[in-house]
Each structure stands twice: as C-alpha cells, then as structure tokens.
C-alpha cells in the first residue's frame, strides 16, 4: 500500500522521477540551443547568432510560462467556462442531454462575464431595481462586495500596508546602518518575520489574536485595557490583518534600504556636514536621492505584492467575518475555486484582466512619474 | 478393459480439476492498480489500506491501491481541475456526500446503480443521489454532529438548553479555568441543526430555496443569545478551538461529528477523554420541545467517469466487498469508530456504548441532500452568521440577506 505523505520513502520516489527529467530537459535544451545555433550560423548565416542561442531557452520558457498563460486566460475570459458546463470543455466528462454545447467561445460572454465584474448581469442585460437604479454585481455573498467597494478596500490595505513597510523599513534601515553594539544580532531578529514561511505567520497571528486566549488581548488586558473580538468584528479583523502583514514586510525593505546605505559613500555625509547641512538636511539631499534607484522598485514590487496577496487573508480570517477582510483578489479567488464551487472561470478570467490592467496602468504612471528607471534607460 | 478403466479414471480426475480451476478462477480476477483520493484521516486510511491487502489476498493478488489524503475543500477542487484538464482523475473518491451533487453537476461521476446492489444500503443511500440516480455507495452512516461531553465535569448529559446551560454556567463559577459549552460558532453546519430544531428547512415542498423564514430568523435569535444574553459560549470558538479545548479538557462540552470519536477514544490524542470519560448524547431539547436535527449521510466511495474496464471491475468487487460484506464492514465502519450502512451489521449497545449512544444521537437527524445548490446555502448563510455573532446584524436581517445572496449564488450556476 502507498500513502501519500512526506516519508523517507516518498522524498526517494519523488525525487527518482524529478532527477531522471531534470537530466532530460538540460539534455532537450542543449539539443535544441545546438541545433538553433546551426540553423543561425550556417543556413542564416547570422553574425548575432550565439548571443540569440543563448537567449533562446529563456524566450522560450517567458512563451509558455508566460505569454501562453496569459493568452489562455484572455481565451477563458471568452468562454461561459463554470461548473455546469464543464462537460462542454473536456472531453472525458459526463454531457447530459440538455447541456448545449454549440458555442464554447464568443464575444457575448466576454461581455457577460466582464460586465459581471461590475453589474449585476440577469438573463444577459444589466439588472435594475424599482426605481431604474442600474444595480451593482456582488462579486461575494454580502451587500458590500461590489466592484468600488472591495477596490476601495484592497486601495486602503495596498496604502497602509506600503507606507507602513516604508516608513519603518527606512527607520530601521536607518538604525542599523549606525555604528551600535550587537548589530548583527538585532539584524538577525529584524529579518525573522521574513525567514517563517507565510503559513506559519498567518496561523500563528490568528491564535495570538483570539479573543480570549490570544496573547495580543492579554497584553491589552494588562495594561488594563478591554479585550477585543479581533476576528469577529469586521474593523477590527482588517486592524489585524494589516498589521501582520506589516509585521511580515518590514524586513524586505529594511534590507534593500540598508543594502542601499551601505552603498552610499561617506563622503558625501562628511562634505555636507562641513557645509554645515542638518541630519534633515543631508536625508533629504543625499540618502534620499542616492536611494531612489532602489526604493522605487522596491515600492512598486512591494504594491503589487499586497495588491495580490491573498494567503495571508485566507489563512488568518477566510475573508470574514461578514466578508469584511476580502479585497479584489480573494474575491476573484472566491469565484473560480470559493466554498459554493460555481467554478466560474470564464468570469474569473475576465475579473484576472481587470486586476491586471489596473496593476499595469498602476506601474507604468508609477515608474514613468518617478523616474525610477530612469538610470537604467539612460545607460 | 483395463486400459479403459484407467482412461476413464484420468479424465475424470482431470474434470475435477477443471471444475475446481474453474471456480477459482471465477472467483478470482487479474491484479489491478488502483488510486483513492481519501478525505479521511490517515489513521482510517490504514485501516482502509489493510482492508484493501485483505481482498486483494482474496480477490485479486498483486494489486494495489494508493491512497492520497486529501483535505476536504482540496479534494474538490483538485477533482474539478482534473476533470476539467481531462486527465489524472483517481480510481475512486472517498468523501462525504455533500461535494457529490458538485461532482454529479460537472459531469465527473459515473452512475452507479447498474454497478452496485444499491438496496444493500437501505439507510443513507438517498444521501447520494441525485436526479434520480446514484452516484456513491457508502461505506458507513453518520456524519452526524452531536453533544459531547467530559464525563469527568459532567455527570449526565443535559437533555434541554435550559439544562445545559445550567450545567455550563455552574462549571465555570466552580472552575473559572474551564468553559462550560463551546462549538463551531460561525460555521453554518453547526447552525443547521437549531434551524431544523425550530421547524425549518433549506428548500421548500417546491424545492426552492427558503432562507427567510420565521425558524430560521429563530434559530439566529437562539444562537445569539447563547452568546450574548447567556455568555455560555466563548467570545471566538472555531472547530479547532473547541476540538483542542475538548481534547485537553478545558471543555466540558461540545458539539461535534461522529468523525471525531476515534480521536477522543485515544487518550494519547486526547488526555482528558478516552472511553472512561468520553460521553455522547443528542442535542439537547430546545424550548419548543424539539430537539435540533443535524445533517446525516456517511462517507460514500464515488467512482469517476473515466474509469473503465478491468479498472472498474476492480473498483466494483473492492467497493462491494469494502461496503457489504460483514467483517469488512466491521473492521473498516465500526473499527474506525463509525456505523454501519447496511442492515446486516448491527451496533452492540453493551460492548461498545459509544457507538450506541453515536447511533441513538443519528436517529435525531436528518438526511442530507446531494443537491449541488445546497453549497449556495452554506456559502449565503456564513457571512450573515458570522454577523449575528458578531451582534452587529439582527436576525430578521440575516434570514433576509442570506435569501437575496442565495438567490445571486443560484442565478450563477
């Protein structure tokens, strides 16, 4: 008998089949870049013909990985792909006889499932109330899971949460960049948070935050305050949240920041010092400046990150309660993989592409405004 | 003459020892490889893997069965998902029936009605159908939650609410270290039972969904005030909160499934129960005089579409064998801490109690549908339960939200 399960045994078996097809990719590339550089060199005959071979299995692997996944899901985002028409999509399923299954694709249900992100969509048209109010789509189960709504939502936790990494990264960056006893220790314990998987965290936070046997509410208790249903009520659940996710993304920027610092040369600190400029003055005009090429990538990587990051929602409060700690992509992981089991792909598909483009609009005016590749292009 | 007698001698022999081969060969098949997707504990899956050695000894030698643990919601999804792509769909799924009407609607079951003797499950076997057909056998009855207790702070079972919170609220005076009654507070399995109690139900006699009615509006009141008026239950309690609390017995007493007995029989897992102190009854009576009803079904084995062949052949003698034969059903329902599905093995109160008071407490049930609109229900009555026990929704709003959510769920499928 087999079980399933981290045994000795399993790691030995797993790894007999992932060595074996380790060794025949490297093989398959080798193969493939060789006869890649023929084809250039001897039948183009082109001068760049190495530099391409050795970009080729790397365009390759961005075609499937990415652009292939992309396009599929552009595909999807035209289907009427949920649970009841699965049969219609893959073969080895069950058809009953009342299933039509004569359009897979097609721009009505584009428009359907697209529309849906934002309207409540009955029998293909636009649904109004009594007063011929057009009425917004939930896109969970409460009256406040519509599009503005959870938008607004996942803006103020992307907000709080960036600002908050920044500003106490920077502080602590700061700190450990001067010459203080026990340096690398305190380093060691700052960079913690970000050393325990995810998982942990979130499963650790949810029982320091329980209402009765959490630690968080026996410290408020012993400073005489009154403890807190953390998990039960909608702000103060979202409080918690964010405050582990903080908690969890300091470190990244402490270490890009601190990194930045050390690069900086003293110098520049001891001519403006001479020069007579303040601790403000030499932040603003040196630090600041010298460490732009390091703080923007940071914050954009650092906005898209909490704009999408889900595990730890999920982990800590399930979205709850009253679905109150959703933002955009819960929501949208609710809708293709949620306890209802609608397995409403081809919305979720069209409901992905609008959180893409707002993230991609979000980074190109970010990036183009702040100059933060602006080193980079002028190389 | 005499070499006739010695001719006849040897083909009667050899017809005797044809008949035998033939028997033997009837009886047995050729060895087969099969895969389960099991969202069972491990501790039943190893009983579930020496039943199968059993018959394959038996029935089919060489064979194999790997089983992989999966957890409930990630058995859905990942059947879904390989249903959808076509391919790495298991041999058998073994699960509660809830996810079947899921499965029955995405086309990814086969019907088993010509495969299976199905009225060989005369209790729970409606628990799997759906459209009128049967999409698993099972391979036991229950899942059904019930009053638990610690016989050790608790003496007898209290038999109405009036009682139990009695009970409850006079083991915290004695001892503010232990909380009287705890359970699943924003899970909506847990608050189906107090629903049914109050006369509802979740489909009306048309089969439309009917979340807005006057006992569930009741059932809403009667939970919030369990915790609010009569704070007999802890600020937060999820399942984890009650099992571990329970389990180290800092509980006196919980509601619970039938799939947790096994777990607080072992004293190595739970130190402060085991059999000595391990009590189990039905829920408690509620003012109205009726008692909550929970859900029952059982775990069902569900066989996938794409299984076909000398594969089905092996997944139909295993099944049949595993679901129906009595010292099968013995080791792998009643040696898992769990009832039987058919009639011909019986629960003896007097050598095993628990199972007895487990079968007394499923007898206060009710079936549980297949019905893949049921997962809008659960889904729409969550965020509205978790509301009411937050105190910031009324109970006339929670029934009235938890109906247009529903309404919303339904119209997406």
């Not at chain 1, 399960?5 to 060789?34: K, Y």
């Not at chain 1, 009841?84 to 897979?104: E, G, K, W």
């Not at chain 1, 929602?313 to 955009?328: D, R, W, Y």
């Not at chain 2, 898992?336 to 058919?342: E, H, K, V």
């Amino acid at each position: 008998m087999e079980f399933s399960g981290l045994s000795g045994e399993a790691i030995l078996n797993t790894l007999g089949l992932i060595i074996p097809l380790l060794i025949a990719l490297v093989v398959v590339v080798l193969a493939f870049q060789f006869g890649f550089y023929q084809l250039l060199a001897k039948a183009f005959k082109t001068k760049h013909a190495l530099p391409y071979t050795l970009l080729a299995p790397a365009a390759v692997a961005l075609l499937i990985f990415m652009i292939y996944p992309l396009v599929f899901n552009v595909l999807l985002a035209f289907s009427d792909l949920k649970r009841n028409t699965f049969p219609c999509y893959s073969p080895v399923l069950r058809r009953p006889a009342d299933l039509d299954c004569s359009v897979l694709y097609s721009p009505e249900y584009a428009a359907n499932n697209f529309l849906s992100v934002f309207f409540r969509i009955r029998n293909g048209e636009i649904s109004r109330d009594s007063e011929g109010n057009v009425q917004l789509g939930r896109l969970l189960r409460t009256p406040d899971s519509t599009f503005p709504v959870l938008l607004g939502r996942t803006a103020v936790w992307t907000a709080v949460n960036v600002i908050f990494h920044f500003v106490l990264g920077m502080a602590l960056a700061l700190i450990m960049n001067q010459k203080i006893r026990f340096k690398g220790l305190y380093r060691a314990l700052i960079v913690v948070p970000w050393a325990i998987p995810g998982v942990i965290v979130a499963l650790t936070w949810r029982q320091e935050f329980h209402a009765q046997y959490g630690f968080v509410n026996a410290l408020i208790s012993a400073f005489g305050g009154q403890p807190i249903s953390w998990l039960d009520d909608p702000t103060a659940a979202f409080i918690a949240v964010i405050f582990v996710n903080i908690w969890l993304g300091v470190p990244f920027y402490m270490v890009m920041i601190l990194g930045g610092l050390q690069s900086i040369n003293p110098e520049y600190y001891e001519a403006a010092q001479m020069d007579g400029a303040s601790a403000v003055q030499r932040f603003r005009g040196i630090t600041i400046p010298l460490l732009r090429p390091i703080l923007i990538p940071a914050v954009t990587l650092d906005v898209i990150w909490t704009f999408n990051k889900a595990d730890l929602i999920f982990i800590m409060t399930g979205g709850g309660p009253q679905e109150s700690t959703n933002i955009l992509v819960t929501a949208l992981y609710n809708a293709a993989f949620g306890p209802a089991a609608t397995s409403e792909f081809g919305f979720a598909a069209a409901f992905s592409i609008i959180i893409f483009i707002i993230l991609f609009f979000f980074a190109v005016i970010w990036i183009t405004t702040s100059g933060g590749l602006k080193e980079v292009y002028d190389r | 003459m005499k070499y006739t007698k010695f001719l006849i001698l040897v083909l009667v022999t050899l017809l005797a020892l044809g008949s035998v081969t033939a028997v033997l060969a009837q009886d047995q098949m050729g060895a087969v490889n099969l895969v389960i997707w099991s969202q069972d504990g491990d501790d039943n899956n190893v009983v579930l893997a020496e039943q199968f050695q059993v018959w394959a000894d038996t029935v089919a030698p060489g064979s194999t069965l790997e089983i992989v643990q999966k957890e409930t919601e990630v058995l859905r999804t990942d059947l879904l998902a390989a249903g959808l792509a076509g391919s790495g769909l298991p041999d058998m799924v073994l699960g509660p029936n809830d996810a079947i009407g899921v499965f029955v609607d995405a086309g990814i079951l086969q019907p088993l009605d010509g495969l299976f003797d199905i009225a060989k499950y005369p209790y729970n076997i409606g628990a799997a159908q759906v459209g009128g057909e049967t999409w698993g056998v099972p391979t036991n009855a229950g899942n059904h939650l019930m009053l638990m207790y610690n016989k050790s702070l608790v003496e007898t079972a209290p038999d109405t609410w009036e009682d139990l919170i009695a009970t409850a609220k006079g083991i915290t005076e004695a001892n503010p270290e232990i909380q009287g009654f705890a359970y699943n507070l924003n899970e909506p399995f847990w608050f189906l039972p107090f629903v049914h109690g109050f006369g509802g139900s979740t489909y009306d006699a048309e089969g439309n969904m009917v979340l807005d009615s006057q006992s569930w509006v009741d059932a809403y009141a009667f939970v919030q005030n369990l915790k609010f008026t009569e704070e007999v239950v802890p600020q937060e309690c999820d399942y984890a909160c009650a099992n571990d609390l329970f389990k180290e017995g800092s509980v006196a007493m919980i509601i619970n499934g039938d799939w947790a007995i096994g777990e607080y029989l072992n004293t190595e897992q739970s130190p402060a129960l085991g059999e000595e102190n391990l009590g189990l009854a039905p829920w408690p009576a509620l003012p109205n005089g009726e008692r909550p009803m929970p859900f029952t079904a059982g775990k069902f084995v569900s066989v996938p579409n794409t299984v076909e062949g000398a594969q089905l052949d092996g997944v139909v003698s295993f099944v049949t064998w595993l679901t129906t034969d009595a010292s099968a059903v013995e080791a792998y329902a009643l040696g898992t801490s769990r009832l039987p599905a058919i009639a011909e093995v019986t629960v003896d109160a007097e050598s095993n109690p628990i199972l007895a008071a487990s079968a007394a407490a499923l007898q206060t049930g009710i079936g549980m549908p297949a019905d893949p609109t049921l997962r809008c229900m659960w889904d729409s009555v969550r965020p509205n339960l978790e509301g009411v026990m937050s105190n910031s929704v009324t109970p006339e709003d929670a029934a009235a939200e938890a109906q247009i959510a529903a309404e919303d769920c339904l119209s997406a499928l």
